[in-house]
Structure formats: structure tokens, C-alpha cells
């Protein structure tokens, strides 16, 4: 007889912390162009040796990922490289807000500060409220589900060779039904 053993998760949020948390300011907002709310998330990336960690920025318009990291550890330093990768590639950024959960790395003062550097407005959710990011959890379930990150990979090398090839699919192949049947990078590219 062969029973199912449980899979573990990794906790990625820590909302229990002494940073500032911000308003969400994109509740009832109606999106209309690229840049002009990007949403944030960290998942988890199962290895044999463990978890490692993905931070994803992910334009809420164009559904696209403009910057990602994958470390492991959930330290602040994997979020902010995503954020630096994702303002390098951006052109126009003027009216632009990030929105996040309440994690204790999107509330730190260095990745706030980066954000308040480059004027860009800072939402978060409310309290225990994942409804409020579900574009970014959204994201999360694409990635694992149909480009198969949720399997176990053998060590933090292969997650990032699978985790880079499954983005490349996912902003440039992948058709959505909510872009009518266009991808991330095309929506993207012709409207930024």
C-alpha cells in the first residue's frame, strides 16, 4: 500500500515586523498601460538539498515579469536585485507603483528607499489579505503548474536554468486569455 506523503512548504511572509507598512492605493484602481503597477511576490523553488527562493516583479497590465531573482535565502538581497534588473529594462516609470504584501523585505528601508529614489509610489496589501496581490500569487501558479516549477530540483544551478527558461516561455509564448490571446511581451512592448 503506498500512501501520499505530505509536501512541505516554506512560509515566504513575515508580516510581523517594525518596518512601516504602506496603504494599498491600487485597490479600485483601473490599470491601462505598462509601468504603471508592478506587483511583487516571492515563491518557494523546492531543491534537494532544500528550498531556494524566486522574487518576481510582474507588470500588472502587460502580465509580464520584468525582473526576477532566484537565491537561496529569503533574505532582503534576492528582492532587490529583482528590482534593480526590472527598473534597468524599464523606460518610462513617471507614474508608477509598486505593490507588494506586507513581507518583511518589501517593508525593509533599503528596498523602500530604493522605490522612494526613483519616485515610484509604494502600495501594499491589507492584513492577511492575499486577494489583494492575486495577480502576483496568480503568477506564482502559472510558473508552477504548466512550466513545471514545482517539482524538485537537483541543486540551485538547475532551479535557475528552469526558472530562467520558464519566464522566457512565459513572457514570450505563453498566449492569455485576459491580453486576447496575446502574450506578456507583445502587450508589453506595444503599448509601453
Not at 17 to 33: L, S
Not at 50 to 70: E, N, P, Q
Not at 166 to 191: D, Q
Request: with cysteine; glycine share 2%.
Amino acid at each position: 500500500m503506498l500512501t501520499l506523503r505530505k509536501r512541505y512548504s516554506a512560509r515566504t511572509t513575515n508580516s510581523y515586523h517594525r518596518f512601516y507598512k504602506y496603504k494599498n492605493i491600487i485597490k479600485d484602481m483601473e490599470v491601462t498601460a505598462p509601468n504603471q503597477v508592478w506587483v511583487s511576490d516571492i515563491t518557494y523553488i523546492r531543491t534537494v538539498k532544500g528550498f531556494c527562493y524566486l522574487a518576481l516583479i510582474t507588470d500588472m497590465y502587460s502580465r509580464k515579469i520584468v525582473g526576477y531573482d532566484l537565491s537561496n535565502s529569503l533574505e532582503l538581497n534576492g528582492c532587490v536585485r529583482a528590482l534593480k534588473k526590472a527598473l534597468y529594462q524599464a523606460k518610462d516609470i513617471k507614474q508608477l507603483i509598486h505593490h507588494s504584501d506586507r513581507g518583511i523585505q518589501y517593508c525593509s528601508n533599503v528596498y523602500t528607499q530604493i522605490l522612494k529614489r526613483n519616485r515610484i509610489d509604494i502600495s501594499m496589501t491589507e492584513e492577511k489579505h492575499c486577494y489583494e496581490n492575486a495577480l502576483a500569487e496568480r503568477v506564482n501558479g502559472i510558473l508552477k503548474d504548466e512550466f513545471y516549477l514545482d517539482q524538485t530540483f537537483t541543486d540551485v544551478a538547475h532551479a535557475k536554468r528552469a526558472t530562467k527558461n520558464a519566464i522566457k516561455l512565459y513572457n514570450e509564448i505563453r498566449l492569455h486569455l485576459s491580453l486576447n490571446f496575446k502574450t506578456p511581451n507583445m502587450v508589453y512592448l506595444k503599448t509601453a
